[in-house]
């Protein structure tokens, strides 16, 4: 199971940082993705990683402000996210996968593991 957290209330241009965690197992074998969904909204990619930490992959609106990273170690994916926008406001998901191909990362029925979700509310 995926559990993510750190989400909150920021001002814009604050600065916030997710993690996710894995129960009752590792993740060191599995690409890790974000994904985010505003109100209203269709869930959309945030940014992945695979599994020893390469290419990283990034959403067009959030590259240069969000950096995610894993500790294969601490079983925890991490979203550092800075210069926070009111459109980054939305619900953050976690995602995991063993086998996500290139092409649907970007994909939500592509990933085969979800975490609850944590809010992330950006003031203006």
């Known amino acids: 199971q995926l559990q993510a957290s750190g989400g909150g209330l920021v001002q814009a241009g604050g600065s916030l940082r997710l993690s996710c965690t894995a129960s009752?197992?590792?993740?060191?074998?599995?690409?890790l993705g974000w994904f985010r969904q505003a109100t209203g909204k269709e869930r959309e990619f945030v940014a992945s990683?695979?599994?020893?930490?390469?290419?990283?992959f990034y959403a067009g609106s959030v590259k240069g402000r969000f950096t995610i990273s894993r500790d294969n170690a601490k079983n925890t994916l991490y979203l550092q996210m800075n210069s926070l926008q009111p459109e980054d406001t939305a619900v953050y998901f976690c995602?995991?996968?063993?086998?996500?191909?290139?092409?649907?990362?970007?994909?939500?029925?592509?990933?085969?593991?979800w975490g609850q979700g944590t809010q992330v509310t950006v003031s203006s």
């Open positions: 995602a995991a996968s063993r086998s996500i191909i290139l092409s649907n990362l970007d994909v939500p029925s592509a990933w085969d593991h």
């Open positions: 009752g197992g590792t993740f060191s074998g599995y690409t």
């Open positions: 990683i695979r599994r020893t930490s390469s290419n990283p």
